[in-house]
């Protein structure tokens, strides 16, 4: 597994928790955005000690192949947090798949950032972890993540009805695929 990856432009890194306050960061100057899109957050989801429990438990599953996260930097300023690509729900087998997330701060919406990280992970996880199917599910409102999913090469497949609780009440989704070639 590669813990870390650079592009031309980025450097995504695999993170523990001693780098919780900078993803707290990233989330409380990106929450209404996030909150737009998001599942709903608990309450204490924007405090240090949510971020790190999340991010040992998190880093756990990275370990066992459960999940993949890697935070995005720009190579010109890598001690910057500006977003983050995962997969959750690594499956192996018949069912080999997983579910793809990303954001990106705010105020570097619009230059290609967000591709290239995609582009970089998901070639990791069809290489390295040997995964066949990447789902990805997105409000019918997030014009930038569907084209996002689009310059990815990922494939509509339908609506997932009230799939997915966003503010408190379950909302209709997009979905999309990408097949490993």
Known sequence: MSFMITTDRLI????????????????????????????????????LDFQTTFMDYEYQDIIKGKTLRYYIYLQENPDTIIGSVNFSSITHGPFSRTSIGYKLDERYHGFGYA???????????????????????????????????????????????????????????????????
Request: net charge negative.
């Open 12 to 47: 995504l890194k695999v993170l523990d928790s001693t780098y919780a306050p900078e993803v707290l960061t990233l989330y409380q100057n990106n929450r209404t955005l996030f909150e737009t899109f998001e599942p709903t957050r608990p309450e204490n989801f924007y405090t």
């Open 115 to 181: 591709t290239e990280a995609c582009r970089a992970a998901i070639d990791v996880i069809f290489s390295n972890y040997k995964i066949h199917r990447i789902e990805a599910r997105v409000a019918p409102e997030n014009i930038p993540s569907i084209k996002l999913l689009e310059r990815l090469d990922f494939l509509y497949e339908g609506i997932e009805y009230k799939g997915v609780e966003v503010n408190g009440s379950f909302q209709d989704h997009y979905r999309y695929a990408l097949i490993a070639d």
